[in-house]
């Protein structure tokens, strides 16, 4: 492994590839912890937005209707958990679990009924190879050759994981309708006595948000690769809590959070090449968020004594 200024600029895209479908579900994660939901259920969320994203590539061949059914199925899964848990107060921890175990269950039966194998539908189908989500090739920077690879194969929903960070940004902290929100997440009953319908705006924000979980599932079975394999979320959902819970459900924090797991994400993926143990690589991605976790827990508790 030659340590080179294109091997870096490899690894650089490589990791912007691992961080945009992160911080997809992790600013779905801030909008709905803005608004005190505990949203838990991102991991199936994003699961099985995913299958129905391949699923309708493989019979429709149209990425337009791909890209739109998976994100109304996240909205629709989203709004499932909202409505259980705002509208009939049911326990976050175990509607987020029930929806997480029952699109890990799902996927895999549909995985078995509609293609018969439990493992991985890759493109190549009877019908010919399946095409995913276009590759942007933006020109000024395809004629750089290190800004080049850094940019290479990505595609418009990866630009758009970025936009949408700083929209959502400006809507939250820039609008009346993110004060409203924030202000539901801050004191729901001094929200509700200022005239806002509090689980109205918890539910369809919610809702809204989990579109862009759907445009990460997209991401997954259609970005870098064509292809669906059982569990193929590979717990993002859950490392986008921690991510979440790093930057305290700010949009732009969500950023600088997500590039932290995305980057030991794509560490493992480049170190595939050498000779450490492929064991000891798929860990990586899931001890740098415990640490990260545990560091931080560790700040917070100091700054908490320091003010006290």
Request: glycine letters at 6%; proline letters at 2%; aromatic letters at 10%.
């Amino acid at each position: 492994m030659t340590l080179s200024a294109e091997y870096l600029a490899t690894v650089l895209n490589s990791t912007l590839r691992e961080v945009t479908p992160l911080l997809l579900v992790t600013l779905c994660a801030c909008v709905c912890s803005k608004v005190s939901v505990f949203n838990i259920a991102l991991e199936g969320t994003l699961l099985t937005s995913a299958f129905f994203a391949f699923l309708t590539q493989y019979f429709t061949r149209n990425i337009y209707l791909s890209v739109l059914v998976s994100v109304l199925v996240a909205m629709l899964i989203t709004f499932i958990m909202a409505f259980f848990i705002v509208h009939l107060n049911g326990q976050s921890m175990i509607v987020g679990m029930a929806i997480n175990t029952f699109s890990l269950g799902f996927t895999t039966f549909m995985l078995s009924m509609v293609f018969n194998t439990k493992g991985t539908v890759n493109a190549m189908t009877p019908n010919g190879l399946l095409t995913g989500l276009t590759k942007l090739s933006i020109p000024g920077l395809r004629d750089i050759p290190i800004v080049r690879t850094v940019f290479n194969n990505l595609t418009v929903i990866d630009y758009l994981a970025f936009a949408l960070a700083i929209v959502t940004y400006i809507v939250m902290y820039k609008t009346v309708i993110g004060f409203r929100l924030r202000a539901i997440g801050i004191n729901k009953s001094a929200a509700s006595s200022l005239g806002i319908r509090v689980k109205r705006y918890q539910i369809i924000s919610t809702t809204i948000s989990g579109g862009m979980i759907g445009l990460a599932g997209c991401l997954l079975t259609l970005g870098s690769v064509t292809l669906f394999t059982q569990n193929i979320s590979a717990a993002r959902g859950y490392v986008a809590l921690a991510a979440n819970n790093l930057c305290k459900g700010h949009p732009l924090g969500a950023l600088l959070s997500s590039f932290l797991f995305g980057f030991t994400k794509a560490l493992a993926s480049v170190l595939q090449n050498t000779a450490a143990k492929q064991q000891l690589l798929e860990c990586i991605p899931y001890v740098s968020t415990i640490a990260a976790m545990a560091i931080y827990n560790v700040i917070a508790r100091r700054k908490s004594k320091a003010l006290s």
